[in-house]
């Protein structure tokens, strides 16, 4: 058997990896202007780096929202696409080794995707995510880029942004402690720092994606969620998440590969395909 290339297509940024014998490996993104581009380069790239004869590959399988800007075969190579939102499920419990999960699929904006088994639906989604982490940081810190707002958050005091508990009440109120957030940027001031601004969008953005899924997460029975998507590398993210697995008691998985995970599920998904047909 050969080669089979999962890649996620988005507008700007696809990720691409290579399954052989049901592993993925040396899993890599590829940033251009435009998704056709950027698909392109990524392919070509991961054949050379990981010095793979484009003969070596079977098929190739696309997802992702700029994979309808593909209409033919990658390089000739037999090409078929996989929904996202399966693509997400199966990645997800692949690399996190649970098969009952909600999946958070932290992109652009936030998708939650429940996986029962091979009981895969979407079960809602939020327009909170990258995106909105970008735009704010755009308008508040004139810049975008997130590696520089995450720097920034690490030298920021959210007790400088947000309202705690504690800060309106002389005791935890129930099944609140006194540290939770009471209101996000309540106490954020015109002459806020840059670090304490950049800490209160990063906190705003991952402490909604997490009580948004615990939300979508009521009546399905599942206490574990599974991390995916860019997001899921910032730092930030595991002192939050923590703290939200214990005021709600659930908890939160981040993959190995958290941020290639649905190119994983889109090479994975090449099984069911052939079954298919």
Known sequence: MGIIIGIDVGISTTKIVGLRDGKPSDPIRITAADPITSLYGAFG???????????????????????????????????????EFIADALGARFESQ???????????????????????HHIGGIGIGGGTLQGLSRVMLNTSDIKTVSALAMQGDISHINLLIGDISAQPLPGLPMEA???IFA???NDASREDIACGIISMVIQSIGSAAVLAAQGTGCRDMVLIGNLSLLPQCKEIFRALEKLYGVR?????????CTAIGAALAFDKLKIEN
């Open 45 to 83: 790239k991961y054949l050379h780096d990981n010095n793979i004869r484009l003969e070596e590959v079977e098929h190739v399988m696309l997802t992702g929202v700029g994979a309808a800007y593909v209409k033919n075969d990658v390089y000739g190579v037999r090409t078929s696409r996989c929904d």
């Open 98 to 120: 649970l098969d009952h999960v909600i999946v958070v699929s932290m992109g652009t904006g936030t998708s939650f995707v429940m996986a029962d088994g091979d009981d895969i």
């Open 181 to 183: 957030t009471a209101s």
């Open 187 to 189: 106490r954020a001031q």
């Open 252 to 260: 939160f998985h981040t993959p190995k590969y958290s941020e290639y």
